[in-house]
């Protein structure tokens, strides 16, 4: 799905890709891979093994044109972010 598809209320994920040989992306993938285990164990059906690491509501501003904006909790507060500067910042990710 790209970002013009996207409407308000839908969530986004960021997957950046994660290096396991690093202690801080291996962390990461570590908890993702626990909570994973945790929710199948406990009969939840998980569609896929990916971990994110940040999600993000999408916002369309009628009065501006249908503007897209993310609102997501980044210190040290909730914001809204331009469409612009969400995709800059995670360069690089999977959206």
Do not use: C, M, Y
């Amino acid at each position: 799905r790209t970002l013009s598809a996207l409407s308000t209320g839908d969530l986004i994920f960021v997957r950046p890709p994660l290096n396991p040989d690093t202690p801080l992306d291996n962390a990461i993938l570590d908890v993702g891979n626990a909570t994973i285990d945790w929710l199948r164990a406990h009969g939840v059906k998980v569609p896929s093994a990916e971990t994110s690491t940040h999600v993000a509501l999408a916002w369309r501003n009628e009065s501006d044109g249908g503007a897209l904006s993310f609102i997501e909790a980044t210190p040290p507060a909730v914001r809204l972010t331009s469409a612009e500067q969400f995709v800059r910042r995670n360069a690089g990710a999977e959206l």
